[in-house]
């Protein structure tokens, strides 16, 4: 399943940048969003997907990923470094964001007239590599006003450069796929508090008895099951990596009452939550 996914800081910024260090089990999972990402890797190796296409990538190798292409860099835990984490660099910024800048700044409208935006993901070549590897490094070092000055000389690279190679195509998605990420997408933003059938099917365009039997049958459970399977598969995560109480846990992932939290997690699980987290630190 696909995760659909929200950069940060879209009302102030006209783009995304980050210089990313990260231990390799915390970086993002498959997802998409509706942007370009341009991704550098500076530590780390792995399989890259995009769009239906699955390939090793190296330290140095740059990619672009077309907005709304299914993507995940899952890295080689071996290759981190001496801490297990990996690096990279990353901007990601939306088409709206290249379509204004070339009718606004004759300059570069002159350089992207005749471009043909790619609809595959694209892996630079050593040439194109290491100048944009080159420039986002230097955005590091600049404020705001810089990097936008940087973004304006990177775009054409971007989008005229020769040496690349095609690296995956989109992947077609069938009409129950898409409702199923609207189903997990909703589920994502509103289980911390009550989720009403009513509102679920509602959302997805079914009546509550049609969706309770579409949704058993492609995922084979009720989806009650399903928002206690996410529960607490979140509360895991964040037993394993917050400080943060049992029950304060509990009431995060939406349980109003912290000895049916202990009792659920108890009985899917297998340990209670506390024994969980002692077992894995």
């Known amino acids: 399943m696909a995760i659909p996914y929200e950069l940060p800081e879209a009302e102030n ?23 370009w990402e341009l991704y550098c890797v500076l530590q780390g190796n792995g399989t890259r997907m995009a769009g239906d296409t699955l390939l090793p990538f190296v330290e140095g190798d740059v990619a672009l990923i077309p907005p709304s292409m299914h993507h995940h860099w899952d890295y080689n835990p071996a290759s981190a470094d001496e801490e297990g984490c990996i690096r990279y660099l990353m901007v ?18 002159n350089r992207l007239a005749d471009v043909i935006f790619p609809a595959e993901a694209l ?5 194109s ?5 080159n420039a986002l490094s230097a955005m590091n070092g600049m404020d705001e006003l810089g990097r936008l000055c940087a973004m304006f000389r990177l775009l054409p690279v971007i989008f005229t450069a020769k040496d690349y190679t095609l690296v995956g195509k989109p992947v077609r ?5 898409r409702r199923m990420q609207q189903v997990s997408a909703y589920v994502m933003a509103h289980y911390v508090h009550p989720i009403s059938l009513d509102d679920m099917a509602s959302e997805v365009g ?12 492609c995922k084979g459970m009720t989806f009650s099951q399903f928002v206690t399977q996410y529960r607490l598969n979140t509360a895991c995560e964040l037993l394993k990596y917050s400080q943060k109480s049992v ?20 009985k899917e699980k297998g340990v209670s939550p506390g024994r969980y987290r002692k077992e894995y630190l």
């Open 13 to 35: 910024h006209s783009f995304f940048f980050i210089d990313q260090r990260v231990d390799t089990r915390l970086e993002a999972k498959l997802h998409r969003h509706d942007a």
């Open 123 to 127: 892996k630079f070549g050593a040439e």
């Open 129 to 133: 590599s290491r100048t944009i590897r």
């Open 206 to 217: 079914m009546n509550r008895s049609a969706f309770c039997s579409w949704f058993k049958r």
């Open 92 to 109: 990601a910024f939306s088409h709206s964001f290249v379509e204004h800048c070339i009718a606004v700044f004759p300059e570069l409208r």
């Open 173 to 177: 998605i069938e009409r129950e796929v």
């Open 247 to 266: 029950s304060e846990i509990g009431y995060l992932v939406g349980f109003s009452d912290v000895p049916h939290f202990v009792r659920v997690f108890t």
